[in-house]
Nanobody, 123 residues
Framework: QVQLVESGGGLVQAGDSLSLSCAAS????????MGWFRQAPGKERKFLAA????????AYADSVKGRFTISRDNAKNTVYLQMNSLKPEDTAVYYC????????????????WGQGTQVTVSS
């Protein structure tokens, strides 16, 4: 069982940067691929980024490639999402996810989800 707790959300202006963190419980953190999804009001959850257990491989949605960076610190059981050049359309609840094995880009492939953290970008 893995428990995920996100932090770092908030209200920022367009063009600002924000960094999200996700702390995971458990002693086998490096065995889990981690990812980030987001959900805007009235819309389905969308994949943003994922990272392998070792941190050596990453994947990004086209909509955030070049602006968002996913990273992890296995010694701290934490995964991060650095978000730069934020836009109003980035406003959503951001979720940290985990799955054993290799990373995927489909929400249904992830077994563990955090409670979400709100990110609001004003224009």
């Amino acid at each position: 069982q893995v428990q995920l707790v996100e932090s770092g959300g908030g209200l920022v202006q367009a063009g600002d940067s924000l960094s999200l963190s996700c702390a995971a419980s458990g002693r086998t953190f490096s065995r889990y691929a981690m990812g980030w999804f987001r959900q805007a009001p009235g819309k389905e959850r969308k994949f943003l980024a994922a990272i392998s257990g070792s941190g050596g491989s990453t994947a990004y949605a086209d909509s955030v490639k070049g602006r968002f960076t996913i990273s992890r610190d296995n010694a701290k059981n934490t995964v991060y999402l650095q978000m730069n050049s934020l836009k109003p359309e980035d406003t959503a609840v951001y979720y940290c996810v985990a799955r054993a094995g290799i990373f995927r880009t489909s929400a249904g492939e992830y077994d563990y989800w955090g409670q979400g953290t709100q990110v609001t970008v004003s224009s």
